[in-house]
C-alpha cells in the first residue's frame, strides 16, 4: 500500500496551538442558533464586514471567508435573512468558505486559514470548512450567486484601476463570473467567454460562439448595468468573427483599444472528464509528529469504509475536490489542523495549487461529500441514525403530492389504458390484454400507457403535464436486433404522439415503480424465448413446469420472475410454483409478510387456480406435486435469515440529487452540475440531466437543436458511466420536454410553476431591444459539427485562425475535415479570402469551390 509522509516543508502554514487561538471580535457577534448569511474580508490581523449589497463582488488581490447556515435541507444565499431559529430541535448546517482572489500574496493566503479556524472554534468545530481559488470554486460556494453571477475586480477596492478604459472577461455556464483583466490584449479572448470592453464612449460586449445563453444573457445584464454605472452614452453587441462588421464608428474606438489587424481568438478549452479519475480512499495518522497517511482503498467507495469515532481519512477525488473526514471523538486539535493537513497532502501529491480541498465532520457531512458513496445513512454528529421515508402510501395520495410521487416515482394509480407491443428483428406485432402481462426475457417489448385522468381520482387538478407515457423494455438476452427496433419504434411512437410524452427506457430487471404499478404489481417475467417465436405469446404454451419468485409487496414493486430449480429458497420470499402435473402451488416461506402473499396470490390468479402452503406446513400433495427438487432446495436453506428489503430501487435524499447542465465540447460531452437546483436553472437553449438515483431524466429545452436533441440517451448514459457512484449502465433513462414535465420529475423541485417559461425571455430578444437595427447577426452556435455544413450551420462550427488552417495537416485539431476547412473560417476572414460571403460560396459549383480553396491553400 502506498504511504505517504507530509513532512513540514510540504505546508504553506504554520501549526496552529489551539490554546493560543483568539476568536475575532467580528464572529463572536455571530450566534450559533442564527441561520443567515454573512461576507468578511480579510485586513492584516482582522476581519472587515461586506455591506449586503456588495455580496457577490470579489477583489483579485483580497482574501474573503464567506459563512453560511441554514435549517438543515435548506439553503442558505445572499439573500437569506439572517435570524435566530428559536424551534426546539431544529437542525442547523454551518459552512464556512474562505476565497482566495488570484493575486493575492502568501501572508493574506495564511491570515485566511487562520481565520477559518477562529470562526470554526466559535462555532463548536460543528462546521465544514472550504477552500476556495478565484476561477475554482466548489459548486456550493457558486450556488450562493447564482442569481446575480458574481463580479471580480482587480486590486484590492476600487480605487486600483481607473475607470476608462476595463476588459472583463465573462464564463460560468450556471454561475456566470465578470472577472476584470489586468491588459486589454487579444490574449484574453476565447471563443467560449463573453467579453466587455468598457470605454468612455461605447461599452462593447463581445459575444463568443461557444457561449452558453447563461453566459451571453448575463453579459448583456451587467454590461447594461455598467453603462448605467458610469453613464457610458453607447453599448455595442459584437459577434465572433463578424467584427468587420462594425460601423466604421465602433471601429474606430475598438481598434483603439484592440487592433483588428492583430485579432487573435482562442478556440474553445476543452473541460477535463471525469472519466478516468479514480476515487481514493487514505487512512491518516500522526506518527512522531510526522502526520502520514495511507491508501486503504482505490474505486468505489462505501460509508462503512470510514470506521472509528477517532479516525481521519482523506478522500481523494483529484481536481474534483480532496477532502479530509474527521472522526466525531476525534481531539479539537485534530479539527483545528485539518485543512492544513490536507493542503499538505494537496502540495505532497504535486497537484495543482487551486484544487479544491474541505474538511468534513463525521455526522455533519454535506450532499457533496455523501453523493460520492453509493449508500449514504444520515445520522447526527452524536452517531443517531436519521430515519428515512418507511410509511407506505396509496398511489392516489402520491401523485397528489408531486414530491412524494417523485420520491416514490409513481405518474399516477395506474388505471390509465396500456397497449403492450411485442417486438420483432424487423416488426412489431400488440399484444392481446389477456396475455399483456407476460414478458420473455430474450425479446424486446414496448408499452403505451395513457396517463389517467379522470374527474374521479382527482388527477385533473394535479400538475402532471403529460398523457402518455411510452416504455422499451429490453430483456436481459434480447439480441441487438430486437433492441434496435425497439428503440426505433419507440422514436416513431413519440414522434406520433408529438405531445404531451415521456419516452422511457428500462431493462429487465429494473423496472421502476410506475411500469410496474401499470400491471398491478402482476407482471411475469421467464428467462426464454416465447413459445412463439417472433410471435404474439400464447399463456396455453407457457413452460411445463416453472418457477416464479415473488419480488416486491406492493402493486408498485411486485412482479414475478422466473429462477432457476438451482435457486435457494429463502424463508421470507414467496414462490409460484407450477409443477408437471400442471397444479399451480404458492409456497410462501415462514418469514413472509402478508403483503408479498397477497401479492403472490394476485400473481398466480393469472395463471389459473392454485394451492397456498406455508412453510413447514407443507403437505405429501404439494411435495408429491413439485418433486424432489424443491425439496433438496428448501433443505439447503434451513435456518436462513434474510431481513426483506425493498425490491425497487428507492430515489436518492434531495440533497443528493443532481441536476447537470449538458454542452458539446469539440465533440466531447460536457457535464455541468448545479447545486441547490431551482427551476430557472431549466434554461430553454440546452439540455439537462437529474440524476434521482434510480432513474436519470433527460430535460430538453425548447430551443435546442435537433442535433443536439439526438444525443439525449447517450447524455444519460454517460454521466451513468462517469458518475463516482458506480451503477448499473442500464438503468432506467427518461426523456422529457419542456413543458411536458410528469410529477414524479417536477416533484424534486420547490415551487415549480408551469407558466413560468411563458415570461421567459431568451438572449436574441434581450438583444434586440438593446443594439442598433441593421447589423448583421450570425446564427446562435447549438453544437460543434465536424463534416458537413450548409449556409444556416456555418456559424455553429468551431473556428480557427487563418495561419492554423493553411498549416500542415497533420497540427490540425482531428476534428477538422481537411477537405472543408473552409467551414472553420470566422465569417470575417472568410469574406476577406473568398471576397463572399459563405452562403454565396456553397451556392458555386463544387469544382469552383476546389479551385477558389486551392487557390487560397485551404485544400
Not at 78 to 102: Q, S
Not at 379 to 390: A, E, F, Q, R, T
Not at 487 to 494: D, H, K, R, S, T
Request: aromatic letters at 12%; proline letters at 5%.
Amino acid at each position: 500500500m502506498q504511504i505517504l509522509d507530509i513532512n513540514q516543508k510540504d505546508y504553506d502554514q504554520k501549526r496552529p496551538i489551539y490554546e493560543d487561538i483568539k476568536i475575532d471580535t467580528a464572529f463572536r457577534k455571530i450566534s450559533p442558533k442564527a441561520i443567515g448569511f454573512y461576507v468578511w474580508r480579510i485586513q492584516n490581523d482582522h476581519v472587515e464586514a461586506i455591506p449586503k449589497e456588495q455580496y457577490g463582488t470579489f477583489y483579485d488581490e483580497n482574501t474573503y471567508v464567506i459563512y453560511s447556515a441554514s435549517l438543515a435541507g435548506t439553503i442558505s444565499d445572499k439573500n437569506t435573512i439572517n435570524r435566530e431559529i428559536k424551534t426546539p430541535g431544529a437542525v442547523i448546517e454551518r459552512y464556512i468558505h474562505f476565497w482566495l482572489g488570484a493575486n493575492i500574496t502568501s501572508d493574506r493566503s495564511k491570515s485566511a486559514a487562520y481565520k477559518i479556524i477562529e470562526l470554526d472554534l466559535h462555532l463548536d468545530h460543528k462546521t465544514t470548512q472550504y477552500r476556495e481559488s478565484q476561477g475554482h470554486e466548489g459548486i456550493r460556494f457558486l450556488s450562493y450567486f447564482k442569481d446575480d453571477g458574481m463580479l471580480i475586480q482587480s486590486g484590492t477596492d476600487p480605487s486600483s484601476y481607473p475607470q476608462f478604459p476595463r476588459l472583463y472577461q465573462i464564463k460560468g455556464k450556471t454561475t456566470p463570473q465578470c472577472i476584470q483583466q489586468k491588459a486589454i490584449t487579444w490574449q484574453h479572448f476565447n471563443c467560449g467567454h463573453v467579453m466587455i470592453l468598457q470605454t468612455s464612449s461605447i461599452l462593447f460586449v463581445w459575444v463568443g460562439r461557444s457561449t452558453s445563453s447563461c453566459e451571453r444573457i448575463y453579459g448583456l445584464k451587467i454590461g447594461t448595468k455598467l453603462k448605467d454605472a458610469f453613464k457610458i452614452p453607447e453599448i455595442a453587441i459584437i459577434d465572433d468573427g463578424y467584427e468587420q462588421s462594425m460601423s466604421s464608428q465602433r471601429k474606430e474606438v475598438w481598434n483603439g483599444f484592440l487592433s483588428l489587424s492583430q485579432r487573435f481568438v482562442q478556440p474553445l478549452a476543452l473541460t477535463p472528464s471525469n472519466a478516468d479519475i479514480v476515487l481514493k480512499l487514505y487512512q491518516c495518522d500522526t506518527v512522531n509528529g510526522v502526520f502520514r497517511v495511507e491508501l486503504v482503498k482505490t474505486g468505489a467507495l462505501d460509508q462503512a469504509d470510514l470506521y472509528g469515532r477517532d479516525s481521519i481519512y482523506i478522500v481523494d477525488y483529484f481536481c474534483n475536490g480532496v477532502w479530509i473526514w474527521i472522526g466525531r471523538s476525534s481531539h479539537k486539535q485534530n479539527r483545528a489542523e485539518a485543512m492544513r493537513h490536507v493542503r499538505g497532502y494537496v502540495i505532497k501529491k504535486g497537484y495543482p495549487a487551486s484544487t479544491p480541498v474541505a474538511r468534513v465532520i463525521d455526522g455533519l457531512e454535506p450532499a457533496e461529500f455523501t453523493s460520492l458513496f453509493p449508500n449514504w445513512i444520515s445520522s447526527d454528529v452524536n452517531g443517531n441514525s436519521i430515519k428515512g421515508l418507511s410509511e407506505k402510501f396509496d398511489a392516489l395520495t402520491l401523485i397528489q403530492r408531486p414530491k412524494l410521487a417523485a420520491q416514490i416515482q409513481l405518474m399516477d394509480d395506474g388505471t390509465g389504458d396500456a397497449t403492450v407491443y411485442q417486438i420483432g428483428a424487423e416488426d412489431v406485432k400488440e399484444i392481446p390484454k389477456k396475455y399483456a402481462k407476460t414478458f420473455y426475457s430474450s425479446n424486446c417489448y414496448i408499452v403505451h400507457y395513457q396517463i389517467s385522468c379522470t374527474s374521479e381520482n382527482n388527477i385533473s387538478t394535479l400538475s402532471n403535464s403529460i398523457k402518455n407515457v411510452v416504455y422499451l423494455w429490453i430483456g436481459s438476452s434480447a439480441s441487438t436486433e430486437f433492441r434496435q427496433t425497439g428503440e426505433a419504434f419507440l422514436a416513431e411512437m413519440c414522434n406520433h404522439l408529438k405531445k404531451n410524452v415521456v419516452q422511457v427506457r428500462i431493462s429487465d430487471g429494473m423496472e421502476p415503480p410506475h411500469f410496474l404499478q401499470i400491471f398491478k404489481g402482476g407482471l411475469i417475467i421467464f428467462n426464454s424465448k416465447s413459445p412463439g417465436g417472433e410471435g404474439i405469446t400464447n399463456i396455453r404454451k407457457y413452460p411445463s413446469s416453472f418457477v416464479l419468485k415473488v419480488v416486491g409487496n406492493s402493486s408498485y414493486t411486485c412482479k414475478a420472475v422466473q429462477v432457476s430449480s438451482k435457486t435457494l429458497y429463502y424463508p421470507e420470499d414467496c414462490y409460484i410454483l407450477k409443477a408437471p402435473d400442471n397444479e399451480i402451488w404458492i409456497w410462501c416461506g415462514q418469514y413472509s409478510t402478508g403483503d408479498s402473499r397477497e401479492m403472490a396470490k394476485s400473481i398466480a390468479s393469472i395463471l389459473g387456480e392454485y394451492n397456498l402452503v406455508m412453510e413447514s406446513n407443507e403437505t405429501d400433495e404439494f411435495f408429491n406435486s413439485v418433486g424432489e427438487k424443491f425439496l433438496k432446495q428448501l433443505k439447503k436453506t434451513h435456518g436462513n435469515i434474510v431481513t426483506p428489503t425493498m425490491n425497487v430501487a428507492l430515489t436518492w435524499e434531495r440533497q443528493r440529487i443532481g441536476l447537470y447542465m449538458c454542452s458539446l465540447e469539440q465533440e466531447k460531452h460536457v457535464l455541468c452540475k448545479i447545486f441547490g437546483f431551482t427551476q430557472k436553472d431549466l434554461r430553454p437553449e440546452n439540455i439537462f440531466l437529474l440524476d434521482a438515483g434510480n432513474i436519470v431524466y433527460v430535460w430538453i429545452g425548447d430551443f435546442v437543436s435537433n442535433d443536439d436533441r439526438m444525443q439525449c440517451w447517450d447524455l444519460a448514459k454517460y454521466l451513468i458511466t462517469t458518475h463516482p457512484v458506480q451503477r448499473d449502465a442500464n438503468m432506467p433513462m427518461a426523456v422529457i420536454r419542456q413543458g411536458e414535465e410528469p410529477i414524479t420529475f417536477i416533484g424534486f423541485f420547490d415551487n415549480w410553476d408551469k407558466k413560468y417559461y411563458e415570461n421567459y425571455i431568451p438572449f436574441d430578444k434581450i438583444r434586440a431591444e438593446l443594439e442598433t437595427p441593421g447589423i448583421p447577426v450570425p446564427v446562435p452556435r447549438g453544437s460543434v459539427h465536424s463534416d458537413s455544413a450548409t449556409g444556416d450551420d456555418f456559424d455553429r462550427y468551431q473556428k480557427y485562425p487563418l495561419d492554423m488552417l493553411r498549416g500542415d495537416p497533420a497540427n490540425l485539431p482531428a476534428s477538422i475535415n481537411p477537405t472543408r476547412k473552409e467551414i472553420h473560417l470566422t465569417h470575417d476572414d472568410f469574406v476577406t479570402v473568398f471576397k463572399m460571403p459563405y452562403h454565396d460560396f456553397e451556392e458555386l459549383p463544387k469544382w469552383k469551390q476546389v479551385e477558389l480553396k486551392k487557390q487560397n491553400k485551404l485544400f
